[in-house]
């Protein structure tokens, strides 16, 4: 019999709402990312959903925004999604049921679901089933990823994934460890793993003045990309200071409160790298 907390858990609703929003402490229980243990994913903790997306992938779409990142981007716009706790806890069966009453228009708006975070694959048994729940409902599935958890990615889980939108923050080691406080290297092989499968992907490139656009830093990414067949895009996306109130209102330290956005010449600059290293880029 379901626990009085499971059942009431399994009641909540998940929240329609925008990535700009600020979720804080609705699950103050909920363990630490490095804590926690999904089991067979009939659980998890999201941010919110987005209905109406046309950014995060083809076609109009349901982007699902899953909570806990082991990333901590100087850029992110959204750090009330790096701890389980900032999110709500959300069943399995709210989250298809929510999905089924969209999926007759995102199907004929050749559209679908895009699972975002936050980090996925924090979450990769809740998610798996989240994405097979799409597919039989005829949906084309995404999800945004940095990549750093792929190994959680089984080919099972690939299987019920059409295509991968994966950031790649920086082309020098350094760097990405300076902009995520992480390493480079698991994104690299992740992004190797789905060229050899031949699994399309937008690759995403945050561009920030003084953090990420150095001209070596991007030329690393484009030459790492440029020969990979499965790569359909490179989007360079300008930073900007939308996530900033987040970063206050969170008590953090955010470190790039003086830096300018992107400006159009250096966007123009960079997608030139990416173009010239024989890139489709936008
Ligand atoms: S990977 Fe995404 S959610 Fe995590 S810290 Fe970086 S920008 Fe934020």
Redesign the pocket.
Same mark, same amino acid.
């Given at each position: 019999m379901a626990s009085p907390d499971t059942a009431a858990d399994a009641s909540t609703e998940l929240p329609e709402g925008s990535r700009y929003d600020l979720r804080h402490d609705l699950s103050p229980d909920a363990p630490e990312v490095e804590n926690y243990s999904e089991g067979d994913g009939a659980f998890g903790y999201a941010h919110s959903y987005e209905a109406g997306s046309s950014v995060d992938g083809p076609g109009v779409r349901i982007t699902l925004f899953l909570s806990g *990142?082991?990333?901590?981007?100087q850029? *992110?716009?959204?750090?009330d !999604?790096?701890k389980l706790k900032h999110g709500i806890k959300i069943s399995l069966d709210r989250v298809v049921a929510r999905l089924g009453h969209f999926a007759p228009a995102l199907r004929a708006m050749k559209g679908g679901l895009t699972i #975002? $975070? $936050?980090?996925v694959l924090v979450q990769a048994a809740f998610s798996q089933r989240i994405l097979r729940a799409a597919k039989s409902l005829g949906l084309h599935t995404a999800i945004q !990823? #940095?990549g750093?958890l792929g190994e959680r990615a089984t080919d099972e889980y690939l299987k019920n994934l059409d295509m991968v939108i994966l950031?790649i923050?920086s082309g020098d080691p350094e760097t990405y460890r300076r902009v !995520?406080k992480q390493e480079l290297a698991p994104t690299l092989r992740f992004a190797e793993r789905l060229s050899a499968m031949g699994k399309p992907v937008w690759v995403r490139f !945050?561009l920030v003045p003084g953090l990420t656009d150095d001209p070596a830093n991007v030329e690393a990414v484009a030459k790492f990309v440029a020969p990979m067949k499965n790569v359909e895009w490179v989007e360079v996306l300008p930073f900007h200071q939308l996530g900033a109130f987040k970063w206050n209102a969170l008590g953090m330290n955010y470190t790039l409160a003086n830096t300018p956005p992107a400006s159009p010449e250096l966007v123009e600059r960079v997608l030139g790298q990416f173009r010239d290293a024989g890139c489709n880029a936008r």
């Open positions: *990142c082991p990333l901590q981007c850029y *992110c716009h959204n750090p !999604t790096w #975002s $975070g $936050g980090e !990823t #940095s750093f950031d923050k !995520t !945050t």
